[in-house]
């Protein structure tokens, strides 16, 4: 059940503008720490509900400022590639338990930073030439699997598009197209899952500042922010989360 309680608020208003900001300024990779931290108060299934209409409200909202400044050719494949990805994260749903929910986020959440970590230090090398067209599907395949469990679509998707060597602006963009299009096509199972209530209607109307208030400021921090505090912000907060979420599934 979804309390909408100060407690709720306190940790959903901040959360929802952290998830603005990442999506509109920062290629969405830390957008997913939104759902992260509602599932600490609420059941998981009820955080990605939350969570959905307000991250489609800030697709909506930053695709004018990025509008056709992205790679149409890769976010096609990115999204072609998506669609399977989301259907096999519906199937999962429905066979699983909240606390499998808890711990796959949780272990997406670790997995993610580790990645980045692995990736600052060396012993992860970036890619030197341009992936494939198959390597561009699969990412999107996994990207619409994570997408769907936990919002965390953008670190599969990044290190495709990565591999390209798009500038800042072109590289968000094409995150902005993508995800805009995957989380529409996210929304359907979603309702046939029962993952909107009343309750996550009336949260959305109240949070919707905050979600919009985060995508206005990410899209101005694109070009003036240093990612580094940013980032590592986030992978402070997604380390702790992640390992409460999954302390909390296993026990």
Known sequence: MLVLDPTFFAIAGPAVMFAGISKGGFGSGAA???????????????????????????????????????????????????LPGVALGAALYRVAEPDVFRVLIGVISVGFVAWQL?????????AQRVLPGWAGALAG????????????????????????????????????????????????????????????GLANLALAPFALFGAWLGVRAHRIVPEVLFFRLTYVLLTVTGIKLIWDGLT
Request: net charge positive; charged share 10%; proline share 6%.
């Open 32 to 82: 997913f720490a939104a759902a992260s931290l509602l599932a600490l108060v609420v059941e998981p299934g009820l955080a990605l509900g939350v969570m959905l209409p307000l991250l489609m409200l800030i697709d909506v909202s930053t695709l004018r400022p990025y509008w056709r400044k992205w790679d149409g050719p890769a976010a096609l494949l990115l999204i072609l590639g998506a």
């Open 118 to 126: 692995a990736l600052s230090r060396g012993l992860v090398k970036r």
């Open 141 to 200: 395949a996994v990207a619409g699997f994570t997408s769907f469990v936990s919002h965390a679509g953008g670190p599969p998707a990044a290190v495709y598009l990565l591999s390209k060597g798009l500038t800042k602006t072109q590289f968000q963009a094409t995150t902005v197209l993508v995800f805009w299009a995957v989380n529409i096509a996210k929304f359907v199972p979603y309702a046939f899952l029962g993952m909107f209530t009343v309750e996550t």
